[in-house]
């Protein structure tokens, strides 16, 4: 409907023009000096309005014509950020891939389009320092001194984490001291500085970033461990045996910290040293209450014979929650011996004997055997002890 409105408007005015200029007998004169010019009114009419589409589309080729430089420069530089980007998606999946090779070809790639590309310089440096590639990785970055905003900051963590590798932990935080407060937030830049304080021995500085780290989730649950364990460690070296430093480190400590089986058997090994055998044998003692597996029972071993009155009926207990366990049951021998309970000793030491034969459980029988007056059995074992000794190829 519109078409045909619009159709018949224009044949309107069309048969306006035509009677309009069937009627209009009207003349234009032009005079040249002495010439004269006679020409109807419609003629000039019609010959402005041409004259005037003429001009006007004359400009426009003048105009397009001294844009086609600018317009040919964008073109073939869309050409080379095309190929750029191409290059640096290429650098980006060989980088997952571990494609080395690939990487490498990806950055020459990029380069050849003249263009300064940051983001090849970092791809190729981190594959290089995946690959343990430090001076390679050096030289990249080096390449790409005037990078700005994100840029920068990703080129300072690179550099932080080659100074790490190289075991330059004071150069790596004089890196990240340079970031700003939200870069410094971020999950690879907490990760380094975690590790360079550690590599420092700044262990109370070292542990308030590990929470923060824990807190901002920037690190894997391997990360976690090690550093907790290496925290831990640290710390109690750092008290010296003082028992008072020792009950301070335990008492900051979280609990998701102590879950750490190494830095459960580093405090109880502190605190033993402190002569704080108590609460040693409380600390091993609640962590296995709480816990499925008995991975600090290693340590719990040195503390229940030290402590082995108080540790007794905690001792039955777990055996009787893990009838099976070769380890605990003979822990459990440990502990009536240091109580003399000769029977009870000779019973578990005998019972994990039988399952699995060895020299020094036949010397703990000989042992008891012998503190038991019961000498006809104790030389029965030292035979046994002899005969599992040549076996070994060792002097008895």
């Given amino acids: 409907m519109k078409q045909l409105v619009t159709l018949l408007v224009i044949v309107v005015m ?87 090779l ?47 905003g994100i840029m920068a900051v990703a080129r300072l963590l690179l550099m932080a984490r080659i100074a790490l590798a190289r075991g330059q932990a004071d150069k790596a935080v004089e890196l990240l001291a340079g970031l700003d407060a939200a870069a410094a937030r971020l999950p690879q830049a907490q990760h380094v500085r975690l590790f360079a304080l550690i590599g420092l021995h700044r262990w109370e500085e070292a542990l308030a970033q590990f929470r923060m780290c824990v807190a901002d989730k920037a690190l894997s649950p391997s990360d976690i461990d090690s550093a907790t364990a290496a925290i831990y460690t640290g710390l109690t070296e750092q008290a010296g045996g003082d028992a008072v430093k020792v009950k301070s ?27 704080e055998g108590l609460a040693a044998r409380l600390l091993l003692e609640g962590a296995l209450k709480d816990r499925a597996t008995l991975d600090v029972l290693p340590a719990y071993h040195q503390v229940a014979v030290h402590e082995s009155r108080d540790a007794l009926p905690f001792v039955e207990n777990l055996v009787a929650r893990h009838p099976t366990d070769l380890r605990l049951i003979e822990l459990a021998g440990d502990v009536c011996e240091q109580e003399q309970l000769w029977g009870k000793a000779i019973s578990r030491f005998e019972t994990v004997y039988s399952k699995q034969p060895s020299p020094h459980l036949a010397k703990k029988l000989e042992r008891v055997y012998t503190a038991a007056n019961q000498m006809d059995k104790a030389r029965v074992w030292r035979d046994k002890l002899n005969v599992l000794l040549g076996q070994t190829r060792q002097p008895a």
């Avoid at 940051?118 to 080096?142: G, K, M, P, W, Y």
């Fill in 14 to 100: 069309a048969v306006a023009v035509t009677l309009f200029a069937q009627g209009n007998a009207s003349k234009v004169v032009v005079f040249f000096g002495h010439t004269r010019i006679d020409m109807s009114l419609n003629f000039v009419v019609i010959a402005l309005v041409l004259l005037f589409v003429a001009v006007h589309f004359s400009l426009l080729a003048i105009r397009a014509s001294s844009q086609l430089p600018g317009r040919f420069k964008a073109y073939l530089m869309s050409r080379k950020q095309t190929a750029l980007l191409d290059a640096d998606t290429r650098g980006v999946i060989a980088l997952i891939t571990g494609d080395e």
């Fill in 249 to 275: 480190i335990l008492s900051n400590a979280k609990p998701r910290e102590l879950d750490n089986a190494v830095v459960l058997s580093v405090l109880s090994d502190a605190l033993l040293a402190a002569g």
């Fill in 102 to 148: 690939g990487s490498a070809r990806a950055l020459k790639s990029a380069l050849k389009t003249g263009l300064n590309s940051d983001l090849s310089h970092l791809i190729r440096a981190l594959t290089c320092i995946q690959s343990d590639r430090l001076n390679e990785a050096e030289e990249v970055l080096a390449r790409s001194h005037q990078a700005t």
